[in-house]
């Protein structure tokens, strides 16, 4: 997962299509056509819904491209934004980026499927 500090974020596309949806967005009703990176929104780290759009996203309507969580984006919340779908994650301002990456360092497998890898341990075989 791409970690961007808060002051490294742009709502530009850099010349790509962005969508930036609100959580309260159904993804089906969008046209997702050419879209590269989708901005899904966290107002507060309580509301999940975000969580759901990308799973939606990624797996209900294989989105390929890039899907970014923005918003009151807490360390502690990575390896889950991660599993449900999302690429990247804007950090609330004030998160060190580098504390942010070694969340990843705590967790080497899952038992559960995912978004990203769907089979469940036992079904991948010898690693």
Do not use: W
Request: hydrophobic residues 40%; glycine residues 8%.
């Amino acid at each position: 997962m791409k970690i961007i500090a808060n002051y490294d974020h742009s709502t530009l596309g850099n010349g790509q299509k962005t969508v930036e949806m609100p959580n309260d967005a159904d993804p089906r009703a969008f046209d997702l056509a050419g879209v590269s990176r989708i901005d899904l929104h966290f107002p507060k780290f309580t509301d999940g819904r975000a969580y759901s759009q990308a799973f939606l996203l990624r797996r209900r309507l294989g989105f390929q491209g890039e899907i970014r969580a923005t918003g009151d984006v807490l360390i502690d919340q990575l390896v889950q934004m991660q599993r449900s779908g999302f690429d990247a994650a804007v950090l609330r301002a004030g998160v060190d980026p580098s504390a942010a990456q070694r969340q990843f360092e705590r967790f080497s497998a899952f038992y559960q499927g995912d978004a990203v890898t769907p089979a469940p341990l036992f079904a991948r075989g010898p690693a």
